[in-house]
């Protein structure tokens, strides 16, 4: 319905439209641009007042996406007998660029061969016709604020100036909300490359001790091996041997946050039921750690937005960690629940419980000396279990149990529609 030629074009008829008193015109301002940083909000106030301006029984706004080269009626108000569709998705012609074009006047018999978005306007018999550009940074055309009646109208010059008042309102608007975007995503792109920077120093760090080890111990060998007794040979060798499956694990592990980084950019959420996917994780679980009884509990259908693989590896490191911590025998439970905001996901374990203030989530963070033990890893795998629930619209939280054992606790959200 929209239009998508220069920066006005309109067709005169009988009466022309007369604009409010200037008081109301100001309340109709302050009225709009009162309402933040709402493109909607901004938008809609102006769409009435230009209807109640102009006598046109339908004031919309389009919007162009230049790469699907098509044009959205995003917002609409009408009172007469046309009903333009919200929503409603229109090609561009081709050979019109996003830039601005001069101006051109065009009437309804002209504009299905002329414009050919713009043919339905015929189609409903339009006898007036009005559009002109909302043209944001770099003189592109963002979309178009639009005015149709069946009603024949003279459009005087006055309402085509209260048009493009409003048109350069809207554009000052977006233009503004794309600038704090940019730097929004600046600041982003910032703190993440300040993030992977301390991670790799930290990975550095995690590597250093057993390379240099492993570089120790094989200069020993190789310089000293007719030197050195039968046993001191073998107690090298093996710490030689404990260095180097220390270096590998550590690899695996600075390997799968990386591929779990891109994988979190690459995630496709999707209707899921929840049940089957944890029955399957705690069945397998349960059928590894023979020390440990993995008991699933949930309803018989939870309904969730996420990435089933993504999602599986999440209950995979918690259920990993669980067994690790808790004593051989201990009950771990996976439990669902659903409520109407979002679904919950529990991983319970008998362990050690949390050190109070632990940042358990962050990169090569293990918990103090108590919990870990004797366990094997540098504290990656709930770092993970962040960055793919985040990815997925969801948190996760942990928590000390009363008495014993911890509690891992996702959220995500439900499926819509």
């Not at 994988?263 to 059928?287: H, S, T, Y």
């Not at 890893?377 to 993970?384: A, D, N, Q």
Request: hydrophobic share 40%.
């Amino acid at each position: 319905m929209g239009d998508s030629a220069g920066p006005r074009r309109r067709q005169g008829a009988e009466s022309e439209s007369r604009p409010a008193p200037a008081l109301e015109f100001g309340q109709v301002i302050a009225r709009a641009t009162s309402n933040g940083h709402d493109l909607e909000a901004l938008t809609r106030p102006l769409l009435e007042a230009l209807a109640k301006l102009s006598g046109f029984e339908s004031t919309y706004l389009t919007i162009f996406d230049w790469e699907r080269r098509q044009q959205d009626v995003r917002f609409v108000y009408s009172t007469g007998s046309i009903r333009v569709t919200e929503g409603l998705k229109l090609p561009v012609p081709a050979g019109l660029s996003s830039e601005a074009l001069s101006g051109v006047t065009r009437s309804p018999v002209e504009l299905d061969r002329t414009y050919p978005d713009s043919a339905v306007a015929r189609t409903l018999g339009l006898k007036a016709y009005v559009s002109v550009p909302v043209v944001v940074a770099e003189h592109r055309i963002f979309g178009m604020l639009c005015g149709a009646s069946k009603a024949s109208r003279r459009v005087g010059e006055s309402l085509i100036s209260v048009m493009e008042f409003f048109a350069q309102i809207i554009a000052d608007h977006v233009t503004r909300a794309q600038v704090a975007a940019t730097a929004i995503r600046a600041d982003r792109a910032e703190e993440q490359l300040h993030s992977r920077a301390l991670f790799l120093a930290q990975a550095e760090h995690q590597l250093k001790t057993p390379l240099t080890v492993v570089e120790g111990a094989s200069v020993i060998l190789l310089d000293r091996w007719h030197e050195l007794s039968e046993d001191k040979r073998s107690d090298v060798l093996s710490m030689l041997v404990r260095n180097i499956r220390e270096l590998a694990r550590n690899v695996d592990e600075l390997l799968l946050e990386a591929r779990a980084d891109v994988q979190a950019r690459e995630l496709m959420p999707v209707r899921l039921d929840l049940k089957p996917l944890i029955q399957r994780i705690g069945d397998a679980f349960g059928n590894v750690s023979a020390s440990h009884d993995v008991v699933v509990e949930s309803p018989e259908e939870v309904l969730v937005w996420a990435d089933p693989a993504a999602l599986y590896q999440v209950l995979g490191h918690l259920l990993d960690n669980a067994t690790k911590y808790s004593p051989e025998g201990g009950v771990i439970r996976l439990r669902a629940v659903s409520n109407a905001r979002d679904v919950q996901i529990e991983v319970v374990d008998q362990g050690v419980g949390l050190p109070a203030g632990a940042p358990v989530f962050e990169a090569f963070q293990r918990g103090g000396k108590d919990a870990v033990g004797g366990t094997t890893g540098i504290g990656l795998g709930l770092h993970i279990v962040r960055n793919l629930v985040m990815a997925m619209g969801g948190s996760v939280a942990a928590r000390s149990n009363d008495g014993r054992g911890s509690t891992f606790t996702v959220r995500l959200p439900l499926p819509t529609g």
